[in-house]
């Protein structure tokens, strides 16, 4: 019966032990899940900054284009009407 006590005692403190450690196992995993959910908002939030800055820039861009092609009239109408003098 003694030996019997002392062998449930050594497992008690055997699995006791490895309790602690999947404890402090699920402890490092729910801190790195923390911080791996931080950097992904964070990403999430400069993408958007990105597409919208590239939504803005395409917008100047085809500004720019219609620009371009007025100017391009402008000046194929001057240079018509200097021919013409």
Do not use: C, P, W
Request: no cysteine.
């Amino acid at each position: 019966m003694d030996q019997s006590l002392k062998s449930l005692m050594a497992s008690e403190e055997e699995y006791s032990t490895k309790e602690d450690k999947y404890e402090e196992e699920i402890k490092l995993l729910t801190d790195k899940l923390k911080e791996a959910e931080t950097r992904a908002e964070f990403a999430e939030r400069s993408v958007a900054k990105l597409e919208k800055t590239i939504d803005d820039l395409e917008e100047n861009l085809a500004g720019a284009k219609e620009e371009n092609v007025s100017i391009h009239q402008v000046l194929d109408q001057t240079l018509l009407e200097l021919n013409n003098l």
